[in-house]
């Protein structure tokens, strides 16, 4: 209805109603009016932009903020620029904002000790004697500590008997440095790049080395004056034997059953405290207690219940990694599983985990001298100093031979 005639029924129905009429008019062609324009910005496309980033890149412990910062190290290296203003150039208010209140200077050589911190949760995640609950201390170059090795004897005697002497006997547990390093070259134009993707490649790049080398010299390492001494060469002698089974690479369930309390047992009898004990073993030893059969073929599995339900293996947490090998032994088809109490597993860390670019630097590969400057690359380093000891040798156990899987 247009305004005049609305102007026409006022004179037949009033100045009251009218008004309310030419109101009620006037709301419905403003309603008509939005609607239009809704369905207008529906129909043009909206300009590409980047969202700024307001929270965590990823979930907490993922690493990427630590990259990130890394990235835009290289960067400001790269373009002679601040560390900060190239953050704030990808629209990352997190990292930025982080460096800002720590005042930190954007041609510094070392990680901010936040985003460290960040990505060893991370490396933990990935490595199995960190996930496992091994217990982390800072130490200097070296930490010992004295320890009681065994214990004085008490005697019965007469009333007028010489008292004999006895004291116990002690050693030492000794934590030494050792250092760690990675190196990786990465493209500049992906360095350049701001997305979540080209970050994660980079951290995932550093990981695969880092953590895997790491996580190997904790468990096997030769304890030579370069490497960690692992667990598997630090339990006591009398822990560690050979698999006891009718036919090697058919266990039977009760073969299994006997051997993981026959482990258990070793560490009560040692009177290991027990306060946080843990399988760790390879795939194959995993695949064959979730596939054992009880007595009539087919019959109940007691342990696949308790690891699938439970997460436990005769109520204790099991881990599984291919870091323990599968081809020892007896025609390279062995394994070995392990039972130790993390709570007695030291990890010394002397340094924290320092990461260094250098744009456009020369690296060594197969042998070869790299230039980042005809390859347009810049090369990322790590280094970590950390050493491994358990406080009491008789805290684990390691079954050897172990052909569980092996078929």
């Known amino acids: ?33 939005a609607l239009l324009s809704a369905k ?42 601040n560390v900060v203003d190239v953050l704030k150039g990808w629209g990352d208010e997190v990292v930025s904002k982080s460096l ?54 008490a005697f019965y005697g007469g009333e007028t008997s010489t008292i004999q002497e006895s004291e116990p006997g002690t050693d030492s547990v000794s934590l030494s ?23 994660e490649f980079i951290r995932n790049d550093l990981l695969n080395v880092m953590a895997l080398r790491e996580d190997a010299a904790f468990l096997r390492g030769s304890g030579t004056q370069l490497e960690p001494r692992g667990i598997r060469n630090q339990v006591d002698t009398a822990h560690v034997y050979a698999e006891t089974v009718a036919t090697a690479g058919s266990p039977t369930l009760l073969e299994m059953k006997k051997e993981l309390n026959k482990a258990k047992r070793k560490l009560k009898k040692a009177n290991v405290p027990m306060v946080h004990p843990v399988w760790l073993m390879a795939p194959g030893a995993e695949t064959a207690l979730l596939d054992a059969v009880g007595p009539g073929g087919e019959g109940y599995n007691s342990l696949e219940k308790e690891m699938v339900e439970r997460g436990t293996l005769r109520n204790v947490p099991f881990f599984v990694t291919n870091q323990i090998p599968e081809t020892l032994g007896t025609g390279n088809s062995r394994s070995e599983l392990y039972l130790v109490d993390m709570a007695e597993v030291l990890i010394g860390e002397s340094m924290a ?7 456009n630097g020369a690296f060594t590969r197969g042998g070869q001298v790299v230039s980042g400057i005809s390859t347009d690359q810049t090369v990322l380093r790590a280094i970590t100093k950390h050493d491994l000891a358990m406080r009491h040798r008789q805290s684990g156990v390691v079954v050897t031979g172990l052909s569980w899987g092996s078929n």
């Open 177 to 199: 440095e050792k250092k760690l390093t990675a190196l990786t070259a990465v493209p500049n134009d992906l360095i350049r790049n701001a997305s979540i993707n080209a970050e």
């Open 100 to 153: 800002s209140q720590g005042n930190y200077s954007g041609l510094g050589s070392t990680v901010h000790p936040q985003f460290a911190a960040e990505f060893i949760e991370l490396l933990r995640n990935k490595a199995v004697v960190r996930q496992a609950g091994a217990r982390v201390i800072p130490i200097g170059a070296s930490l010992t500590f004295d320890r009681q090795s065994s214990t004085g004897t």
């Open 1 to 33: 209805m247009t305004p005049e005639e609305m102007q026409e029924m006022a004179k037949s129905l009033g100045p009251l109603v009218a008004a309310q009429l030419v109101e009620q008019s006037k709301g419905h062609r403003e309603s008509y009016a």
């Open 353 to 359: 985990l320092e990461i260094d670019v250098f744009p």
């Open 40 to 81: 207008a910005a529906d129909a043009t496309p909206e300009e590409p932009r980047r969202a700024p980033i307001t929270g965590k890149h990823m979930t907490e412990g993922t690493g990427l903020n630590l990259i990130r910062f890394v990235k835009a190290k290289a960067v400001a290296r790269m373009d002679g620029r």
